[in-house]
């Protein structure tokens, strides 16, 4: 009796190698599921979205503030030029100007535009920084 050994190789090579993607898929939403159930959210706290710093958060009882702009080389308050009080690319902001003006920041241009709160001169609402 011989054994048809030809006939056995001819069915392991026809045989493809199938793969299941169901058990897959069930162990991953099994994960997911795991992981959305496990996991805390919690919504941030914090009401200052602005990025003005806080009065609790200076030091000192400074009436200015040094804002620093590589490369800056106008700055505009109410529309009028004040580019003189510039001084090593920085220039000192009114603390009022911070917490009820308006100032906006153009590092690809080299400069600030302020917009003062009514009342204030543009003389005041900026200065040259001191050293």
Known sequence: MAID??????????RQARVNLVPLIDVIFTILIFLMVTSSFQAVSDTSTSGK?????????SEYYLIPVAGLKKVTVNGVDMSKDIRNSAIAVHTRVIDEGEII??????SIIITAPAGMSPDKAVSIPQT
């Open 105 to 110: 920041i153009k590092p690809k241009d080299g």
């Open 5 to 14: 050994t030809q006939n056995y190789r001819r069915k392991l090579r026809s």
């Open 53 to 61: 710093p806080q009065v609790s958060q200076s030091s000192g009882s």
